[in-house]
Structures are given as C-alpha cells and as structure tokens.
C-alpha cells in the first residue's frame, strides 16, 4: 500500500464526550451475564459514538492511495472529510480506479452529506435484542442521519458484456422533517446504459436498432404544511430516442399525519387528501414509431395500417364509452399525437370539486371514464 500524503487541519477535543477510561474498563471486564449481553453492548457503542462527538476535525485528507490486490491495483485519488460533534459535514472519494470481477471500475466522485455517525450508532444498538425485530419508527429514523449523496463520472460493467453503464450524475438529496419522514427530496439522474438483450421487455427496443440507452431524471417533491399541498415538481424524464415527459402534480389538504410511520395513522390521514391539478407534456423522440412497428409486427400488418388502426381505436373506443365533450377532445389529441410522429401531447387536467384521492385511484380501476369526468381537461397536440 502506498500513500502520497495526509492533510488534517483544525484538529479539536471536547474532553467531557471521550469516555475513554469507562470504555476501555468495560471491554476489559465485563459484567457477568450472557455473551453476547444486549445491554452492554447498547452502553459500549454509546461510549464509542461519544468519542466521535468529542473530536472536531475541520478538514483531514488522504492522497494518492494505491493498493496492489490479488485483482489488480486499486487507485485512488483523495479521501477528504470533516467532523463535528459527530456528523460528517462531507465524506467524499475522488479518483477511484479499481479491478472487478467483471472488469475495470472508474469513479470521480462520490459524496454523501451531513452523515451523523454518532447517532447511526446509537440507533443500530437498538436493533441487538434477540426477538425484537426494529420497530418502523426506527428504520424511518435512518433518514435523519443523512441528508443526501452524489456520484459523479461512474463506469462499470454492464453485467457478463463487454459493455458499460456510464452514469454523469446520481445525487439523492432530502430534508424539513416531520418526525422522522423528510417532506422534501430531489433526485438528479443523468447515465447511459446498453439495452439488455436478454431481457424480454427490451428486445423491442433492440428490434428497433437501439444499442443503449440515454437516460435524464429530474423528480422534486415537497410538502408545505401552511397550505397542505404536495406538489411533485419538476418532473422530468428524458428516455434519449423515445419519449421526453415533463410534469406537475399536486395534491391538496395533505395532512401532517401523512408523515407517520405509523401505517393505520397514515391511512386515516390519506382519507382527507384531495386530488389537485395535473399538467403533463409528451414530447416524440421515437416511441410512437416503436410502438406503431410492435403493434405491426403483432397483427402482421403493414406500419401505416397499424398506426390507423391504432388511431381508430383511440377515437372508436372514446366515442363508445363517454359523451364528455372534454375525454373525446383528449381522445382527439391523443389520436392525432399517434398520427404526426415526432409531435408534442399537452394535457391539464384541473378538479370541477372536491375529489377525494383515494376515491380517485378507486375510479380509475373501476371506470376511468367516470374519473376523468371529475376534471376539467385541455388537451392539445402539435409539431
């Protein structure tokens, strides 16, 4: 093993958290009981999270860590962290180039925020009784000790292939907690993967001479108490030569109690949300053509009788089971976006009243059309 240097900067000690004498004394006699004894296990990796919390380090770093292994050599570039009263502002790995398996795996970065490693501690002890599995409350509970992670410039092997997954960005964030459920989260994704030919679902994708496949994802989603509303925004996802879809939706009168791992609790709250409005945008890279060719490929007919077909049923099936003049208008555009490849679909759909969520969802397995009617759609479709 060979580094190239150390950094540690802004080095500090609370003496009152470095329970030192009291841990080492306990690890080296124990009190009678039986092995391995919960308790005493409980009390040692308490006094062992209070020595996280009692030193301060404002910045330590590691570079140039080169490892020879029976696999091969694992490099990396910069290991750099710092601590206070027992949480990791930033833990990040920069460089990383190592052997696996499969193949080489390069990496630029990953990050993960605001780590609290002292109270993982304190929670996990919990989880050492023999018989008594963690309760939820516990498990959500993990989502208080950190607040996000990032990965930056991955490629790795893509299963027994030659090929590689790329990914430019994954980062993963949340935050404003009620009890221990966030209310807030963002997820950035942005990765390159081949198409998987042994998966039944993508060989579509792959009769259509796609290799792999380009992947965007931008989800937000936050909760304001003051006005009770949930709102996912944005909502982007680009699928590189098929589809590209942005969207808002919202729900209102979202209770507090939603946030509960308590599930009998979040059910009773669930029962006072209301659908808000919906706006969703398609936009055609691709798909449409893929899907008229499956449909074509299925009937065993030619692609422009399959995309009529197609369209007739969108416009036959809409006439026969609805007279609303705002489905049939939906229907139309929708139609006429299977029509002209390579087009944009627009829809909003806006609540005529109340609309409880749960009896929505309950509508929509039972009779969409009579779901739909309890909005106000505007429906358009163009180049």
Known sequence: MRVDGHTIDDVGLRPSRLQLRELMAMIAAPPPGPTPNPTLAREMIGKAASIYEGVHVGNAEMRGLAIETPAGPLKLGTIRFNLDNGKFGEFTLEGLDVNSPLGPVKLDRFAIKAFD?????????????????????QLFGLF????????????????????????????????????PIPTRAHLIAKLTTPIDATDPAQKPLIAAG?????????????????????????????FGDVLSASARVSLARVPRGTFSPDLPQVM?????????????????TGGVDLAVAQYALAQAVS??????????????????????????????????FIETPRGTLTLKLTPLAKVPALQLVELIKTDPMVALAQFRIEASSGL
């Open 117 to 137: 490693i002292a109270n993982l501690m304190r929670l996990t002890s919990q989880f050492l009784t023999p018989g008594q599995p963690p309760q939820s409350d």
């Open 144 to 179: 208080r000790l950190l607040e996000g992670a990032e990965i930056k410039g991955l490629a790795a092997p893509f299963k027994t292939t030659n090929k590689q997954i790329k990914v430019d960005t994954f980062s993963l964030d949340w935050g404003e907690f009620v009890g």
């Open 210 to 238: 796609l290799t792999t496949a380009a992947i965007d994802v931008d989800l937000g989603a936050a909760w304001t108490e003051a006005s009770g509303a949930f709102v996912l925004d944005p909502v982007k996802f680009d």
């Open 268 to 284: 009773a709250a669930a029962a006072q949300i209301e659908a808000g409005p919906l706006e969703l945008t398609l936009r055609d």
């Open 303 to 336: 692609r422009e009788a399959a995309r009529g077909a197609l369209v007739d049923s969108i416009r036959t099936s809409a006439r026969a089971n609805t007279d609303n003049a705002d489905v049939l208008a939906a229907a139309e555009a929708i139609a006429r």
